[in-house]
């Protein structure tokens, strides 16, 4: 019978302990830091020059195709297939310079990790040290995959976390 007592009050006790929380959404929270816009704009000016490269290559290799196919009929077996090599080896070029660009260990991920990541990780920390300081239990990304059917304004806490960060 005392267990029973000693559950029921346990039971009562945690039920009676309210979880505090609140959301941020951190989409809107690195939209207002300028660091993070330029650090965008610099990743897309990347982006833009090195698609460009490798759209250059691939025009060089159908200039060279082309020109393969008007020579062809006079070139000798030996020379078509030097010519189907060079064109090959190029074809090669360009999807291995791809791969470098943008492949998932590439460039652009490389200077994403390096322009963008201190700058969440900044945001994470002022956003944990905020749930430290006002006790929050829980804090939700509105702007995460986590569906909010309805979310209270008032338990939103992205501006307060701007203001941790100096940006408010």
Request: charged letters at 35%; glycine letters at 2%; hydrophobic letters at 35%.
């Amino acid at each position: 019978m005392k267990q029973l007592i000693l559950i029921a009050l346990l039971c009562f006790a945690s039920a009676s302990q309210a979880q505090k929380f609140v959301y941020v959404d951190s989409d809107y929270i690195l939209e207002r830091i300028p660091e993070y816009a330029s650090a965008e704009d610099q990743l897309e000016k990347l982006s833009v020059n090195w698609q460009s490269e490798i759209e250059e290559v691939y025009q060089q290799i159908d200039v060279l195709y082309k020109k393969y196919q008007a020579d062809k009929i006079l070139l000798t077996q030996e020379m078509k297939n030097k010519r189907e090599s060079e064109i090959i080896n190029k074809e090669k070029d360009a999807k291995e310079l791809q791969r470098k660009r943008f492949g998932p260990e590439g460039d652009l991920y490389k200077k994403r990790t390096e322009l963008v990541k201190p700058i969440q990780d900044k945001v994470y920390n002022a956003i944990q040290d905020f749930s430290n300081e006002k006790r929050y239990d829980i804090i939700f990304d509105k702007s995460s995959n986590l569906i909010m059917l309805f979310s209270n304004p008032d338990l939103d806490k992205s501006d307060d976390i701007l203001k941790m960060l100096g940006y408010k």
